[in-house]
């Protein structure tokens, strides 16, 4: 829709609008600073003759909204996006108009800053307009006629300022410390019965114009000229309340101290005598009467335990008598917590500001009288520290608890086997997985939430192993907004959108990493609309990396960071692993370009890929060691000693190399003697030291997938399963309830691309997997490995595919269930032969396999 057809954005009157501000920017003049941390009320009044039969509305903010119709929430939004391709939401509101008055009303909090989730404005609106800015189209069509719900006209506006402005980021990348005094909002503002008729009328954000002759030809501004649709479903919310208290303290107040330190920095103490009343009421939704109850010098802080990481937003409701605080410090996880014999009595949050890993803070004053507050941003919550203020007539709790805020997915997969830790491995890492899934794939709920593009190629086949084609929309999200933050020279951003200053630090093998994702999206999805939409930008990604290559046929000495890992993988000169992984991204391209039917261009890319693989195997090569080493110098030609489980997992799984070579060098890359967990500070601080001549760098959590994919594919699924018990294994037995980022718990301790166990067991073992894009044809390729049976299910788009193996003598039979009949393609596992396929009866396939026999 073009800016003149649609409704234009609107704003307060009382930020001004400088015509020629674009002008003077383009000038020289400094950059329009944005006021950080503002919040927003927004309302307009609709007349309506009768019940409308259809309401529908879009609507987008700059920044984050809570969209209200008569007092009731209706949604949030927007999803996280850039400025140069705004998305909105879409709502029926069509229960909630009713005849007669009504109220729309709108809380936008715009941010000033950038942060994980949100980019401030930028293109030439920006000094013209500034920050902020509100969207809403729609009509409510009644028998009588339609009745105009957009931004046209008739809202009005006021900035609240029960808000906390100046309050600090909660950490580097995420958004501010909500600081909220109700006595300084009305709780009814959203309600029919506010009077507004002192707020400002909205202004359209509209500037310049006129005709032809006029300057710059009429030229005409309007914020966001391009708006995109949501593209993916309205995240799921529900209350949950916490399953224990910890402990109950007294806390020595420091009121010199900023909010965001007090909940570090000040003492803990003996409770006052009956600080609590009705404690356990402290873990009810609803009906509670716990009561609250400090001195005069002495606080009382409470530290719950929701069981496991989850994500939401912290909620309660209270009676007060007013001036009150209730602070709420949000954490995954409590110093000591994994160590022999857990935390110590008094653990509490403690601040990791390098990392970024700062408790998750709000505070609220409380107004007289029955009250609910929610966080308005949602956080990782495994602890929660409740502090009580300024209370020494009680404060009473009715309910306390966590909104807990998900994408929306179908459990629908499904994995059970002979061997209980790899079946709670499974479930740990589908569970990671919802904790890292909203408006985005995000790396971890605590510390970024971020959308980083290297995470997403694990996070989406472990997704469709869980919970199926409901990750599409997602991923389809992810693969376009990616190639949204791709700059000139082709290189994307390492996370998008969001705080990554555009030219900050970049990560080219993550674009790589975004290449690959889009392969598997493909092939899972059969979404070619998407791969018609980022084909371009994959190819002009690639193109940079062309630019790159050595006389050799390697890229040698990359830009930027050169991440692949948390570990000590090597990455100067001709690295090994970034080589093989640029082998594999100019194969997915070439299928890719054939898929959308671009022959020659798929020719090219494929021959690529294949001269960049045989350059590996020419030059990385060790004969001596019967390995691929990690660096090779461009110059000289000659092999450094390092060695890897990287290069060998990516030679071996993007490239040709010769079968004898691969199975020698995948040999040494997984005796465990040789492993070494090496550091790679921050994330893994410390480590082991590797001896380069017989030591092999361990791959950590996330090179881990594709140490497993190659193993898989050159038939040692045993050893990955062993790799796999002997690495997670640890974890869980600590008790982890989510998987952590490193194989150590130094960093985020929920983190998506660490869920490749939840992929590889059904996918390798299972078997199930596309043959043809979007599953026209089924790929049935079981293996059973050293179990003695396995069962699961495995969600198609066209319906769930029951699997189970059993093992017979020196053989195994894989029974499926198929929802629909489907072309199959079957493969015996390496070593065994298909040796019997019972006739096929509707939905179900029987397949026998024995160990070196041949089909008769």
Same mark, same amino acid.
């Given at each position: 829709?073009?800016?003149?057809?649609?409704?234009?954005?609107?704003?307060?009157?009382?930020?001004?609008?400088?015509?020629? &501000?674009?002008?003077?920017?383009?000038?020289?003049?400094?950059?329009?600073?944005?006021?950080?941390?503002?919040?927003?009320?927004?309302?307009?009044?609709?007349?309506?003759?009768?019940?409308?039969?259809?309401?529908?509305?879009?609507?987008?903010?700059?920044?984050?909204?809570?969209?209200?119709?008569?007092?009731?929430?209706?949604?949030?939004?927007?999803?996280?996006?850039?400025?140069?391709?705004?998305?909105?939401?879409?709502?029926?509101?069509?229960?909630?108009?009713?005849?007669?008055?009504?109220?729309?009303?709108?809380?936008?909090?715009?941010?000033?800053?950038?942060?994980?989730?949100?980019?401030?404005?930028?293109?030439?609106?920006?000094?013209?307009?500034?920050?902020?800015?509100?969207?809403?189209?729609?009509?409510?069509?009644?028998?009588?006629?339609?009745?105009?719900?957009?931004?046209?006209?008739?809202?009005?506006?006021?900035?609240?300022?029960?808000?906390?402005?100046?309050?600090?980021?909660?950490?580097?990348?995420?958004?501010?410390?909500?600081?909220?005094?109700?006595?300084?909002?009305?709780?009814?503002?959203?309600?029919?019965?506010?009077?507004?008729?002192?707020?400002?009328?909205?202004?359209?954000?509209?500037? &310049?114009?006129?005709?032809?002759?006029?300057?710059?030809?009429?030229?005409?501004?309007?914020?966001?000229?391009?708006?995109?649709?949501?593209?993916?479903?309205?995240?799921?919310?529900?209350?949950?309340?916490?399953?224990?208290?910890?402990?109950?303290?007294?806390?020595?107040?420091?009121?010199?101290?900023?909010?965001?330190?007090?909940?570090?920095?000040?003492?803990?103490?003996?409770?006052?005598?009956?600080?609590?009343?009705?404690?356990?009421?402290?873990?009810?939704?609803?009906?509670?009467?716990?009561?609250?109850?400090?001195?005069?010098?002495?606080?009382?802080?409470?530290?719950?335990?929701?069981?496991?990481?989850?994500?939401?937003?912290?909620?309660?409701?209270?009676?007060?008598?007013?001036?009150?605080?209730?602070?709420?410090?949000?954490?995954?996880?409590?110093?000591?917590?994994?160590?022999?014999?857990?935390?110590?009595?008094?653990?509490?949050?403690?601040?990791?500001?390098?990392?970024?890993?700062?408790?998750?803070?709000?505070?609220?004053?409380?107004?007289?009288?029955?009250?609910?507050?929610?966080?308005?941003?949602?956080?990782?919550?495994?602890?929660?520290?409740?502090?009580?203020?300024?209370?020494?007539?009680?404060?009473?709790?009715?309910?306390?608890?966590?909104?807990?805020?998900?994408?929306?997915?179908?459990?629908? &997969?499904?994995?059970?086997?002979?061997?209980?830790?790899?079946?709670?491995?499974?479930?740990?890492?589908?569970?990671?997985?919802?904790?890292?899934?909203?408006?985005?794939?995000?790396?971890?709920?605590?510390?970024?939430?971020?959308?980083?593009?290297?995470?997403?190629?694990?996070?989406?086949?472990?997704?469709?192993?869980?919970?199926?084609?409901?990750?599409?929309?997602?991923?389809?999200?992810?693969?376009?907004?990616?190639?949204?933050?791709?700059?000139?020279?082709?290189?994307?951003?390492?996370?998008?959108?969001?705080?990554?200053?555009?030219?900050?630090?970049?990560?080219?093998?993550?674009?790589?990493?975004?290449?690959?994702?889009?392969?598997?999206?493909?092939?899972?999805?059969?979404?070619?609309?998407?791969?018609?939409?980022?084909?371009?930008?994959?190819?002009?990604?690639?193109?940079?990396?062309?630019?790159?290559?050595?006389?050799?046929?390697?890229?040698?000495?990359?830009?930027?960071?050169?991440?692949?890992?948390?570990?000590?993988?090597?990455?100067?000169?001709?690295?090994?692993?970034?080589?093989?992984?640029?082998?594999?991204?100019?194969?997915?391209?070439?299928?890719?370009?054939?898929?959308?039917?671009?022959?020659?261009?798929?020719?090219?890319?494929?021959?690529?890929?294949?001269?960049?693989?045989?350059?590996?195997?020419?030059?990385?090569?060790?004969?001596?060691?019967?390995?691929?080493?990690?660096?090779?110098?461009?110059?000289?030609?000659?092999?450094?000693?390092?060695?890897?489980?990287?290069?060998?997992?990516?030679?071996?799984?993007?490239?040709?190399?010769?079968?004898?070579?691969?199975?020698?060098?995948?040999?040494?890359?997984?005796?465990?003697?040789?492993?070494?967990?090496?550091?790679?500070?921050?994330?893994?601080?410390?480590?082991?030291?590797?001896?380069?001549?017989?030591?092999?760098?361990?791959?950590?959590?996330?090179?881990?997938?594709?140490?497993?994919?190659?193993?898989?594919?050159?038939?040692?699924?045993?050893?990955?399963?062993?790799?796999?018990?002997?690495?997670?294994?640890?974890?869980?037995?600590?008790?982890?309830?989510?998987?952590?980022?490193?194989?150590?718990?130094?960093?985020?301790?929920?983190?998506?691309?660490?869920?490749?166990?939840?992929?590889?067991?059904?996918?390798?073992?299972?078997?199930?997997?596309?043959?043809?894009?979007?599953?026209?044809?089924?790929?049935?390729?079981?293996?059973?490995?050293?179990?003695?049976?396995?069962?699961?299910?495995?969600?198609?788009?066209?319906?769930?595919?029951?699997?189970?193996?059993?093992?017979?003598?020196?053989?195994?039979?894989?029974?499926?269930?198929?929802?629909?009949?489907?072309?199959?393609?079957?493969?015996?596992?390496?070593?065994?032969?298909?040796?019997?396929?019972?006739?096929?009866?509707?939905?179900?396939?029987?397949?026998?396999?024995?160990?070196?026999?041949?089909?008769?």
């Amino acid at each position: 829709m073009t800016t003149r057809l649609r409704a234009p954005f609107v704003w307060t009157p009382q930020q001004p609008i400088d015509p020629i &501000g674009y002008r003077l920017h383009y000038l020289g003049a400094a950059a329009r600073p944005n006021e950080p941390n503002r919040w927003f009320l927004f309302r307009k009044t609709v007349q309506l003759d009768a019940a409308p039969t259809k309401a529908p509305l879009s609507i987008t903010v700059d920044g984050r909204y809570v969209l209200f119709v008569n007092g009731a929430q209706i949604g949030r939004g927007p999803v996280r996006c850039s400025p140069l391709f705004q998305r909105y939401d879409d709502y029926d509101l069509n229960g909630a108009l009713r005849p007669g008055r009504n109220v729309i009303a709108v809380l936008v909090h715009t941010y000033g800053r950038d942060t994980a989730f949100y980019e401030t404005t930028k293109g030439m609106w920006q000094p013209t307009f500034g920050d902020g800015g509100l969207w809403a189209e729609g009509t409510a069509q009644t028998p009588a006629g339609e009745v105009d719900l957009s931004t046209r006209a008739g809202w009005r506006c006021r900035q609240s300022h029960a808000w906390m402005q100046d309050a600090p980021q909660s950490n580097h990348s995420l958004g501010f410390v909500e600081e909220f005094n109700a006595a300084s909002f009305d709780p009814d503002w959203a309600s029919l019965a506010h009077d507004d008729s002192d707020w400002d009328e909205a202004r359209p954000l509209v500037s &310049g114009g006129g005709a032809p002759e006029t300057a710059y030809g009429g030229l005409e501004t309007r914020p966001f000229p391009t708006l995109v649709p949501r593209g993916i479903p309205m995240l799921e919310e529900r209350k949950v309340a916490a399953q224990r208290i910890v402990w109950v303290r007294g806390l020595v107040p420091d009121p010199d101290l900023p909010f965001h330190r007090r909940c570090y920095e000040e003492p803990l103490a003996e409770a006052p005598r009956g600080a609590v009343g009705n404690e356990a009421d402290l873990l009810r939704l609803g009906g509670g009467a716990a009561v609250v109850r400090t001195e005069p010098g002495r606080d009382v802080t409470i530290l719950l335990d929701f069981g496991k990481i989850m994500t939401g937003r912290p909620w309660f409701e209270i009676e007060a008598r007013g001036g009150e605080a209730v602070e709420i410090a949000c954490v995954e996880g409590l110093p000591g917590e994994w160590r022999p014999g857990g935390p110590p009595p008094d653990a509490r949050p403690k601040p990791k500001p390098w990392l970024g890993a700062d408790t998750h803070l709000c505070r609220y004053r409380a107004r007289p009288g029955v009250q609910v507050f929610e966080r308005f941003e949602w956080c990782a919550i495994r602890w929660m520290q409740v502090t009580v203020r300024d209370a020494p007539d009680g404060l009473v709790f009715r309910g306390l608890g966590a909104n807990l805020v998900n994408y929306p997915v179908e459990e629908r &997969g499904r994995f059970a086997s002979s061997d209980p830790l790899l079946d709670q491995l499974w479930a740990t890492g589908a569970y990671t997985l919802r904790q890292c899934m909203h408006d985005a794939w995000e790396d971890c709920p605590s510390r970024e939430q971020r959308q980083w593009l290297g995470d997403v190629t694990v996070e989406n086949l472990a997704g469709w192993a869980a919970f199926g084609p409901c990750v599409a929309p997602l991923t389809a999200k992810f693969l376009a907004q990616a190639a949204e933050s791709q700059r000139p020279d082709g290189l994307t951003q390492m996370f998008a959108p969001g705080d990554h200053k555009t030219d900050g630090m970049l990560i080219p093998d993550w674009t790589l990493q975004w290449i690959l994702a889009a392969g598997d999206h493909w092939r899972y999805a059969g979404d070619i609309e998407t791969i018609h939409a980022v084909l371009p930008s994959i190819l002009k990604a690639l193109a940079w990396f062309e630019r790159l290559l050595s006389p050799s046929g390697l890229v040698a000495d990359m830009p930027y960071w050169h991440f692949m890992d948390w570990s000590g993988v090597g990455r100067q000169g001709e690295a090994g692993a970034l080589n093989g992984q640029l082998a594999g991204a100019f194969t997915v391209a070439s299928g890719l370009a054939r898929a959308v039917g671009w022959e020659r261009e798929a020719a090219r890319l494929a021959a690529r890929a294949k001269s960049i693989g045989a350059a590996l195997d020419a030059r990385h090569w060790d004969a001596r060691r019967e390995v691929y080493v990690d660096i090779v110098d461009p110059v000289t030609g000659a092999q450094d000693l390092r060695v890897s489980q990287h290069a060998n997992a990516a030679i071996a799984l993007w490239t040709d190399a010769p079968g004898p070579r691969v199975a020698a060098a995948l040999g040494r890359a997984t005796d465990s003697n040789r492993l070494v967990f090496t550091a790679a500070p921050p994330i893994a601080p410390t480590g082991g030291t590797l001896d380069p001549e017989e030591g092999v760098v361990l791959a950590n959590t996330f090179y881990s997938h594709f140490l497993y994919e190659a193993l898989a594919r050159h038939g040692r699924l045993g050893e990955a399963l062993r790799l796999m018990r002997e690495r997670y294994g640890p974890m869980l037995a600590r008790g982890a309830t989510t998987l952590w980022e490193s194989f150590e718990p130094t960093a985020s301790l929920c983190h998506g691309f660490s869920a490749t166990p939840t992929y590889q067991l059904s996918r390798r073992i299972l078997g199930v997997a596309p043959a043809a894009p979007g599953f026209a044809t089924v790929a049935l390729a079981p293996d059973l490995a050293d179990l003695e049976h396995a069962s699961g299910v495995v969600p198609t788009p066209f319906g769930d595919v029951e699997a189970a193996l059993e093992k017979t003598g020196d053989g195994f039979v894989a029974r499926y269930r198929l929802p629909e009949r489907r072309p199959l393609s079957i493969t015996a596992p390496p070593s065994f032969a298909l040796t019997g396929a019972a006739p096929r009866e509707g939905d179900r396939v029987e397949l026998s396999f024995e160990r070196g026999r041949v089909h008769a």
